[in-house]
Structures are given as structure tokens and as C-alpha cells.
């Protein structure tokens, strides 16, 4: 792949001329929600941390797709990973932490929703889809290890609070097409009564044919809202609703890349989610000074995945000309035109008959069949109530604003998963033959029956104390002191192997912990907020990480699950400090820096075994950094910003990992390269797909009443690839092809409005207007294909151990080539 930037470089330095966006703010507001429930806020310059927020019109105005892709463009040390393939499933990254829909990821940072934990109970994924963009209100994206946002607040926690009536009255109706087959609708109504009753209602529907081979998208989503509101209390019900079916078809080899950017590696890979949720708030004024808030909650989740992929335990083995028993077995079952000699990959780039054969056999279709189809089912069940005391008066003889909450969490889960055998299609489909995965149809691997099924139930309950106070200790000074108290436990029962024996996923845990933060800001000089804290927060472990830490029992995949010995939680401590400009000049800026340590780390680790492992606490890694943030309004109409984010985080442990793609493993320097091997990370080896530098720009011009123009311009440089996590890789373009990581890349997009009269305004978008190729993660993986595109197995001789060499490849993320959009708005 090429990267040409010149051009984007430019835009990036023409717009810092103009000036930047602050990292600590996006909208002037004075107050920030300091817990996931609303009611208790403080003064943002009292905040010991560099708190981002953002309005609906922030939103809007950035006619960004969804949520993410706006914390892309315009949040400080936010980047995505695009591994699913589907813009509407990204790996949001916010200080090398993530928020991923992805199960089996290394989840760090906690999104909530109107006080509701959005991370999933199976795996604390996020499903970004199921956000609808047009309810958000406002959000507040809080770094660091933040105690009070509960469990998974390691590297930050995301609240996002929604519209209501009163404040966003009136009904407006808009409409979009775009590139790729883009069409997007999208309704709101909101209105009250003079007595403070209130109501919102929103719907989405989108659904485009995405610019890759089979790459649709349809999303569907329901908001509403029915509240009162009175001088001393605030009740609201609202109601999510969204069922979306989704193709991302993941990373792509990097030859076929270059061939085709709109190219598979296999297809279909889709994901199907139905979401439902009730929430009830309440806010309760106690007088002056005492405020009683909290939420009560019941979500349900189903979600459906089926990803047809290649076969890789197939790679080695020889899959061409039927065997005389294969052939008796086809002939048998009616089948003909079976070739009787002479089947090789020269004249059979897609070989199917010995595959088929193998099923009919039920010997080994798992080693000869060269596709699979893989099948997921999860059912989530959960609910839960937040409560807050909040208190504005003295405390120890000071001014203090405080609060006392309690919380608990219940939720009840399935996951099932199958799998089904078959052959390898030109078009890069799979077609089954009824092999599966149940240790029995599938036959044998390696002489082990083919069992690749998982059927867990799993019960959790989290209950929490927490408590927090902020003390006005001087004039301009003030002493943050919080800390939260989560005890919670978790139940699995195994369908297919009941019992606590080998392979079982049955376990009962419970982890408990104590975690703090305490913080001080002050006013060195008039206009100049500092400020220094430090916190800790933690995780505990998923279900797919307790079913995979057995080293006896080792997976080759994290979603291949087997033992469940007990893990530890993960402990994050972050430390961090900073100068801003105080809320209210012309000017905002500021500079920061920080450093969070995570101890008892979750990594998947190599076992003996070759190609498999399990997860396993194997001890620290560490991200640290400086952020840097401008804005202001230099010219009447005009408002602009700037963020840049030098970012460095790093393995502080050493440990074995698999590393069969990577040209520095074990296997590769004892001279045998192409088969598995391990490498070993060192302490200051560099975490893969996180890049070390970030620089973000926009800027929005008005030109009178009626027409608006804004731009916006993203620069990432390049990471190492998943798998190169010791960063020794290097290609020998025979049996290991491209360079183990991503490179940087810039990316401009600009939009504009014009509102010809009342009520209506026309807009359009063009993203990334220089049309660059780009990646924005990157994988080592072998690989089945030639440089034509077509499949191979046994790609050279058996070596002096016997073994067949594979070749492997980089493989590329690809970004969304130049497309555009154009809507209208009409408002009522």
C-alpha cells in the first residue's frame, strides 16, 4: 500500500495556523457530572483531571456517522481500530485503552448511558451501534482510573446523557444518500406543558451497501423519553430500542489489498444485535442542600454472529486429489465429476472434493476441509439500581460538595457457540458439507475428535458503596477525595461438560476490592487552573477470559474456551497532572500529563502446545503520556482547535507469547521458518495497533445566518501489528511478507450547511477528501492465498523436522476510501 501525504500535511498546518480545539473542552459549560448518575456536579476547574465534553450541535455540526467516529475527529487521545470492517464497529481507543464490540478483546474503559453501564455482562464489550446518536444531549469522556465510574474504569469512563423535551422541543425530519449506497433517515419530536411534563422521541434507520464486498449495513433505533419536571424533583422513563444487522468482513491481506482495496479475505462475517432497555431516573431536591438522585434499570441483548473463514489448521495439509477411499465415499454418496488423478494447486485453485469426501467419512474433514463457518449465540440479561446522596455545605469545617451512593448489578447470560466444516468458493464464500464441530460429524484433528462448541450460562452480581467530597480548602483551591467499594461474583455453568473437571467451564468467583483517588486543584496565577491527582480503578475478568486460563487445557483462540482456574483482577493506577486555562476567558488551552500503570495484566500467553495458549495475570504494562489542547475563536465566526497526544505505552513484564507469524520466533531463529514459534516481550516492548503520536485539527467558520463550512483533519502515525509484540519482525518476502506494522496516515474531511430559509437546511460532507489508502490496524496471520488471489495449501516442502512450512503475511485494516454525502434537514 501507498501513503502520500504531502497534501494532508499541508491542511494539517494550514488549519493550526488558524488555530485549535481544546483537549479539556468542546462546549462552555461551567459544571461536570463527577459519577455516571446525574444530579451531583461540580465546577469543571475543580476536576483534577483534563475532562473533554460535548453538546448535540458539537455533533451535529460535525455530521459525523455515530458516536465514535465524532470522539475520532474531535476528541484528545481517542483513535479507532477498525478490525471489524464495519464503520458502525470500531475499537474506540482512549490512552491505549479500549471500548470494543469485539468479544475476547482487553476491554479498559466503561461507557455509560443516563447513569446505565453499557458494557455488556459477556466479555464487557460495547456495541457502539446500539447508541443512537440523535438522543445524545451531551457527553463527557473522563480519563484516568475514576473510582466512582465502577468496574472497567481503567483508562477512562464515557457518559453520555440524553435529550429531553424542554430543552429540545419542536419535531425535525432528516434525510441523507451518500457514497456506497448510503441512505439514512431520521425523526425527532419533543415538547412540554406549562406543569413540566415532557417528551422525547427519536428514530434512525440507516442502511448502506458499504464500499467492501459484502459489507451492508442496517441499523434501526428508537429512543423515547416521558419525564416531569418541577422546581424540587426530575423523573424521567425512557426507552431504547434497536435491532442492527451488520457485515465487516475484518482485516485483508496485504498482496489482495493492494489488488483490491475493496476486497475479502473470506465472507460472510455478520453480526446481528436486538437491543432493549428501560431506564427510570429521579432527581429529588432535600432542601438547599441535600439532593437525592439515582436510576433503575432492566436490558436485554441477543446477538447472532456468522463468519465464514478459512480454515487454517488446513494450511498444511494436502487437500487436492482425492484418496482412493475418498473417491469410493463420493461415488457412494451419488457424487461425480470427482477427478481420479492428477488434482493439484496448479490447475485447482479451489479445491473441494477431498473436503467433501472427509465429511462423508467423518475422518478428518478439520484437517482437509479449508473453510469453516463459524456460529455464535449470546443472550444477555441484565438490570440494576443506582442511588446518590448529594450534599453542597460545610464538611470538616470547609465548603464541600459530596456525595454517598450505592449501586448493584445483576445480569444472566448464554453463550453458544458451533461450528460448521467446508470448502473455500472464488468469490471467498463458504459452502458447508455438514462436518461439524460437535466431536463427532467433524472427525478427528491431530487425533483429537473436532469439538469446537461452547455452551455457558453464567450468573453475575456486582454491589457497590461509593462516596466522594470536594473541599474548598482555600480560595482557588480545592481537594478532591472519592473512593468506591465493588464486591461481585460470578457463576458459570458448562452444558457440554458439567463438573469441575478438566475442560469444564463450570466456577464459581468473587473478587472484591477497595479502590481510591484523591486529587487537588489550585490558581497558581489569575486565569490558570492547575491541577494533580491520582486513582485506581480495576476489572474483573470476563467469562472468555476465565474460560480460557488453563494451562493445562490451552485454547487456540480466545472465543475456544476450555478451564476456568481462578484469574485476578486487573488494577489500574493512574497518576496524572496539568495546567489549563480557567473556564470563561477567550481562550482555552491546556497541558497535561500522565502515566497509568495496570498491575496483574490479562495477556494471552503461548503454551507448550504449538499455535495455543490461555489467558493468564502475567504482570504489568504501562501508558504514559503528554496532551496538548488549544482553542479559541480567533476571527468573528470562526472557532478552532487543535489536540496532539504523545503517547507511549508498553509491556513493563517479560512473557512467551505466540508469536507463529513473526520472523524473530523461536522456530524461525533455530532454522526452521513458517511453523509456530513463540517470542518473548521485554519490559519496554511496544504494545501493538497504539499509536505513539496524535494530532487532531478542526476548524467551523459561519458566513452570516446562512451558511456554515467546517473541516476537521486526523494524523495517526504508525503501530506495530498485532502479533509483533516484541517489534523484531522483519519480512524475507519467502515465508514472511510485509513489515509488521501500520503505517501513519492523515485524513482531511470537510462539510457545509446552508439554511436558504427557516425550518430547512441542506448539508453535505465529503470524507477523507484526498481519497488516501490507508490502515488503521494491522495483524500478522498466515495466510491460504498466492499473489493471484488464489488459495494454497502446502506452500513449500516439508522441513528437516517433518513440518510444512506456511507463508504468512501482514494483514491491513483497510480505511474508507473518499466518499460523499448530502442531506436535508427540515425543522418544524
Known amino acids: 500500500m501507498t501513503h502520500r501525504h504531502s497534501s494532508c500535511w499541508a491542511a494539517l498546518a494550514l488549519a493550526y495556523a488558524s488555530a485549535s480545539h481544546a483537549q479539556i473542552q468542546l462546549e462552555r459549560v461551567q459544571v461536570v457530572g463527577v459519577s455516571p448518575v446525574a444530579g451531583v456536579d461540580i465546577p469543571r476547574d475543580w476536576i483534577p483531571a483534563a475532562v473533554q465534553t460535548a453538546r448535540a450541535a458539537d455533533l451535529e455540526r460535525s455530521q459525523a456517522l455515530d458516536l465514535a467516529s465524532f470522539m475520532n475527529r474531535r476528541l484528545g487521545s481517542v483513535h479507532l481500530n477498525e478490525m471489524q470492517g464495519n464503520p458502525l464497529q470500531p475499537d474506540v481507543n482512549f490512552r491505549g485503552y479500549t471500548a470494543s464490540p469485539l468479544l475476547g478483546s482487553q476491554q479498559g474503559l466503561s461507557v455509560y448511558l443516563d447513569g446505565v453501564r453499557l458494557n455488556q455482562p459477556f466479555g464487557d464489550v460495547v456495541s457502539w451501534d446500539l447508541i443512537p446518536k440523535a438522543a445524545i444531549a451531551s457527553i463527557a469522556l473522563n480519563p484516568g482510573s475514576n473510582p ?64 467492501r464486498v459484502d459489507s451492508k449495513s442496517d441499523v434501526n433505533q428508537l429512543f423515547a423519553k416521558l419525564g416531569h419536571r418541577n422546581a424540587d424533583t426530575d423523573i424521567a422513563l425512557t426507552a431504547s430500542l434497536a435491532d442492527t444487522d451488520l457485515n465487516g468482513n475484518g482485516l485483508q491481506e496485504q498482496r489482495l489489498l493492494e489488488r483490491d482495496r475493496a476486497s475479502v479475505y473470506t465472507r460472510p462475517d455478520n453480526t446481528r444485535n436486538r437491543a432493549a432497555l428501560l431506564n427510570l431516573a429521579l432527581s429529588h431536591s432535600l432542601g438547599e442542600q441535600w439532593t437525592l438522585a439515582g436510576n433503575a434499570y432492566v436490558r436485554s441483548i441477543r446477538t447472532r454472529t456468522y463468519n465464514g473463514d478459512l480454515n487454517d489448521d488446513a494450511l498444511d495439509q494436502s487437500l487436492y486429489q482425492p484418496s482412493a477411499a475418498d473417491r469410493a465415499a463420493l461415488a457412494a454418496a451419488g457424487y461425480t465429476g470427482f477427478p481420479t488423478a492428477g488434482e493439484s494447486a496448479a490447475n485447482t485453485p479451489f479445491p473441494k472434493w477431498r473436503c467433501i469426501a472427509q465429511a462423508l467419512l467423518k475422518d478428518e474433514p478439520g484437517e482437509k476441509c479449508n473453510g ?13 439500581f443506582n442511588a446518590q446522596l448529594g450534599y453542597d455545605g460545610r464538611l470538616l469545617g470547609l465548603p464541600s460538595q459530596s456525595l454517598i451512593g450505592a ?29 461439524f464441530g460437535d466431536g463427532v460429524g467433524g472427525g478427528n484433528v491431530d487425533g483429537a475428535p473436532y469439538d469446537t462448541r461452547v455452551d455457558l450460562a453464567g450468573r453475575t452480581r456486582t454491589l457497590s458503596l461509593f462516596a466522594s467530597t470536594v473541599l474548598t480548602v482555600a480560595s482557588g483551591t480545592h481537594l478532591t477525595v472519592s473512593a468506591r467499594y465493588n464486591h461481585s461474583t460470578a457463576r458459570n455453568r458448562d452444558a457440554i461438560t458439567p463438573g469441575a473437571g478438566p475442560g469444564s467451564l463450570d466456577g464459581d468467583h468473587a473478587f472484591s476490592r477497595l479502590n481510591p483517588a484523591l486529587g487537588l486543584t489550585f490558581t497558581p496565577v489569575a486565569g490558570v487552573n492547575a491541577w494533580a491527582g491520582v486513582s485506581q480503578g480495576s476489572r474483573d475478568p470476563s467469562s472468555i477470559e476465565l474460560g480460557c486460563a488453563d494451562p493445562a487445557n490451552p485454547c487456540k483462540l480466545p472465543n475456544a474456551m476450555a478451564g476456568d482456574p481462578p484469574l485476578r ?94 520472523s524473530s520466533n523461536d ?45 476537521d483533519a486526523i494524523a ?39 439554511k436558504p430559509m427557516k ?53 491491513y485494516a483497510p480505511g474508507a476510501p473518499r466518499s460523499v454525502a448530502v442531506g436535508v434537514k427540515f425543522n418544524f
Open 148 to 211: 466512582l465510574f465502577g468496574l472497567n474504569t481503567l483508562g477512562g469512563a464515557l457518559s453520555v446523557q440524553t435529550k429531553d423535551g424542554l430543552k429540545q422541543p419542536g419535531t425535525s425530519l432528516q434525510l441523507t444518500a451518500g457514497s456506497h449506497g448510503r441512505r439514512a433517515a431520521e425523526f425527532e419530536v419533543g415538547g412540554g406543558s406549562a406543569g413540566g411534563t415532557h417528551w422525547y422521541v427519536t428514530g434512525h434507520k440507516f442502511r448502506e451497501r458499504g464500499w
Open 372 to 384: 469453516v463457518i463459524n456460529q455464535t449465540r449470546t443472550n444477555q440479561h441484565n438490570a440494576g
Open 407 to 435: 449501586a448493584a448489578d445483576f445480569s444472566r447470560s448464554r453463550f453458544v457457540q458451533g461450528s460448521e466444516l467446508g470448502y473455500l468458493n472464488a468469490d471467498r464464500s463458504i459452502t458447508g458439507v455438514g462436518a
Open 569 to 662: 483482577q486487573v488494577v489500574t493506577t493512574t497518576v496524572e497532572a496539568g495546567i489549563r486555562g480557567a473556564a470563561g476567558g477567550p481562550l482555552a488551552w491546556s497541558v497535561g500529563v500522565f502515566r497509568s500503570d495496570n498491575r496483574d495484566d490479562l495477556l494471552f500467553v503461548a503454551d507448550d502446545a504449538a499455535g495455543f495458549g490461555y489467558f493468564k495475570n502475567f504482570g504489568k504494562t504501562r501508558r504514559q503520556g503528554v496532551e496538548l489542547g488549544l482553542s479559541g475563536q480567533p476571527a468573528k465566526g470562526l472557532a478552532a482547535g487543535i489536540n496532539l497526544t504523545l503517547l507511549d505505552a508498553t509491556y513493563r513484564t517479560a512473557e512467551r507469547v505466540n508469536g507463529a507469524s513473526n
Open 667 to 711: 522456530a524461525a531463529q533455530a532454522g526452521l521458518p513458517g511453523v509456530n514459534g513463540n517470542i518473548a516481550t521485554r519490559p519496554g516492548d511496544h504494545m501493538p495497533l497504539v499509536p505513539r503520536r496524535m494530532l487532531k485539527l478542526y476548524a467551523d467558520l459561519d458566513l452570516g445566518d446562512a451558511w456554515s463550512l467546517g473541516a
Open 716 to 754: 495517526m502515525s504508525g503501530a506495530a501489528a498485532r502479533g509483533n509484540e516484541n517489534g523484531l519482525h522483519r519480512p524475507d518476502d519467502t515465508y514472511y511478507l510485509g513489515a509488521g506494522r501500520s503505517a501513519g496516515y492523515a485524513v482531511v474531511n470537510i462539510n457545509a450547511a446552508w
Open 759 to 811: 425550518g430547512l437546511k441542506l448539508f453535505a460532507q465529503v470524507n477523507n477528501l484526498f481519497d488516501r489508502d490507508y490502515a488503521t490496524a494491522a495483524q500478522l496471520g498466515p495466510t491460504g492465498f498466492d499473489s493471484a488471489g488464489n488459495f494454497q495449501s502446502r506452500p513449500f516442502a516439508a522441513n528437516a523436522n517433518g513440518d510444512r512450512p506456511l507463508r504468512h503475511a501482514t494483514f
